[in-house]
């Protein structure tokens, strides 16, 4: 009979994701789901259930070593069930596709954003005549070369302007184009461009002379609001710019025309290691997951803190689901938790991909019918993974970077700009887009504490039964949406290792599926009425509490040393020729 009831849990789950179940909104005073099972209306109070997720022992393990793998989550297996890692996959899209739009509109200019382009020509011809230390020279015009910007440097640069470019070729893990910076000559020479200018200016002179050559209102306040941008669209600067000489101050020990952003992991190679090596089998990403998980490192964004470090306390609830407030409805097994950890790898690999231009990368020395009268199962009903809190701070971070683009660009702007993808712009304002995705993790937020048999955040409780009816209607296209498909494999480098003269990577290589074991420490309460009248049924077959399995997506991740960059068109080809974890791995290192 316990064999008959998980079978029949299983198949009521499943005719529950085709549609055969219906699900009630939520009661305001009694949080709740009723479906149909024969002749009878099931009303099931959620009040008291707890749920706990783990992973069966017949799962794949450390078979993942070795299987094969996808290139995105949904060719790893199709499924009802709305995992985390879909919903990911979607934000990744979104969040490079945002990007490159910000990076477009930055570099040419629009609405009241003055434009990179313009400064830079305006700074090189203020050096152009210049007697001035050659390094200033060089960096900018160097930089100037490489955003394609039509400068001609005055001729006593050659000789050293032609070094400076020798020497930031060869420094892949600086110079080379990355992520969706691949996806046209403009996005590439922006990304060139700007990571020349980070270069730190070792003359004492050379700031000085950069900020002689940025006075003038206009001119200053262009220089201003690059920075600006920078900082809120990613995070606070890793070190000095020329803000404070420009204001009549003096700068940081460690300047550069337009700095890298800090991050957390950045913050800690440098803070653990300083300028030494780490060890060969030092894992920064688990070391993060470490230091959040007892303490020592908190992910909360802090006043200054930018969308970069808002993504990232999206991310914290993966690594402590018993610190959320779904944990009073949530137990989680260990073999889950793990798995959690490595979304939350997978996740830091996917956004610091997204932002790599900017972030600092430090350099280191359907229903069975039988004549037999089955009984009423009732199953835990996920049909998302109850990542509640996780999917509430991601819309929380699409709020601020629409005010930062609003407030850089004027509040117009996002119905002129459009996401940019690898074939070109998307037809809907960003605007419009970016809406679109604060709304789908609202709606996660909201149907993963409905099923949790808990009120959503009192921000979003108001709006919460649309944007859960926007997310079942999105669900329906998750086949066809092309977001879903698209190969999400890249590299993305950590820092830099001087002494073994190779780069730290995080790679994600690919997605697999597992299943999860979805069942009760504390069952609901369950009533049984008839659907014809709605009235209780005072004899009506067995009810039984079971278990039920769903299948969620998860990115395969590591960490290696390797001596050569690769972009994403590279690096999947170098996949596509090994296929499994172990074999990718081998050949990397």
């Known amino acids: 009979m316990r064999t008959l009831c998980w079978v029949a849990g299983i198949l009521a789950a499943l005719s529950s994701m085709a549609g055969d179940v219906v699900v009630t909104a939520a009661d305001a005073a009694v949080p709740g789901r009723t ?28 078979m993942v070593d070795r299987m094969p793998i996808s290139p995105s989550p949904i060719g790893a297996g199709r499924s009802d069930f709305l995992s985390a890692a879909l919903l990911t996959q979607k934000a990744k899209q979104f969040d490079d596709g945002l990007m490159a739009a910000v990076e477009l509109a930055a570099e040419q200019g629009l609405g009241r954003f003055p434009g990179k382009a313009a400064l830079l020509r305006t700074v090189c011809a203020a050096l152009a005549d210049s007697q001035g230390p050659r390094e200033a020279r060089e960096v900018m ?113 460690t ?65 402590d689901p018993e610190r959320t407030p779904e944990a009073a409805r949530l137990r989680t097994g260990d073999d889950y938790r793990a798995l959690l950890v490595e979304l939350f790898k997978g ?62 660009f004027g509040a117009d702007a996002l119905a002129q700009m459009w996401r940019v993808t690898a074939t070109g712009p998307v037809q809907t304002p960003l605007g419009d887009e970016l809406e679109s995705m604060r709304s789908l993790f609202v709606g996660a937020h909201a149907l993963a504490c409905r099923q949790l048999g808990m009120p959503p955040d009192a921000s979003v409780r108001r709006e919460a039964p649309a944007e859960i009816d926007r997310l079942e209607a999105w669900r329906k296209t998750l086949a066809t949406d092309p977001d879903l498909s698209n190969d999400t494999r890249m590299m993305v480098p950590l820092f830099f290792d001087q002494v073994r003269g190779q780069t730290k990577v995080l790679v994600v290589l690919g997605w697999a599926q597992r299943s999860l074991a979805v069942g009760f420490d504390t069952p609901p309460v369950v009533k049984v009425r008839k659907a014809a009248s709605g009235r209780i049924a005072r004899s009506h077959p067995p009810v039984k509490i079971v278990g039920t399995t769903v299948t969620t997506q998860f990115p395969v991740v590591a960490e290696v040393y390797v001596s050569r960059i690769l972009d994403r068109g590279e690096f999947r080809r170098f996949c596509d020729q090994r296929r499994t974890r172990d074999a990718i791995l081998e050949a990397l290192q």
């Open 141 to 253: 015009f160097a930089a100037s070369q490489l955003g394609a910007l039509a400068v001609t440097p005055p001729p006593d640069l050659d000789a050293g302007l032609a070094a400076r470019l020798t020497a930031f070729e060869r420094a892949d893990f600086a110079s080379k184009p990355v992520g969706f910076y691949t996806w046209s000559p403009e996005l590439s020479v922006i990304f060139r461009q700007d990571r020349m200018l980070q270069t730190q200016l070792e003359d004492a002179r050379s700031a000085p002379a950069l900020a002689l050559a940025l006075r003038g209102d206009s001119v200053t306040i262009a220089y201003d609001a690059m920075l600006s941008l920078a900082e809120r669209l990613t995070n606070p600067l890793a070190w000095g710019d020329l803000r404070p000489l420009l204001a009549g101050g003096a700068v940081r020990e």
């Open 347 to 408: 996740l830091l690999a996917l956004t610091r991909e997204t932002h790599i231009k900017q972030v600092e990368v430090p350099i280191l020395v359907s229903s069975i019918r039988s004549d037999v009268e089955q009984p009423i199962c009732v199953d835990p009903g996920l049909t998302i993974e109850p990542l509640a809190s996780h999917y509430l701070r991601r819309a929380q971070a699409y709020v601020y970077v629409r005010q930062v683009i609003e407030q850089a």
């Open 255 to 319: 300047v550069s025309f337009f700095p890298p952003s800090a991050t957390h992991e950045s913050r800690l190679v440098k803070r653990l290691f300083g300028g030494f090596p780490p060890p060969a089998d030092f894992d920064l990403a688990a070391e993060i997951v470490t230091r959040v998980r007892d303490g020592r490192l908190s992910l909360a964004p802090q006043a200054e803190s930018g969308w970069y470090d808002r993504q990232m306390w999206s991310f914290e609830p993966l690594l």
């Open 35 to 62: 479906f149909l099972s024969g002749d009878y209306r099931v009303d099931v109070d959620l009040r008291p259930q707890v749920l706990r997720i783990t992973i069966p022992s017949n799962s794949l393990g450390a």
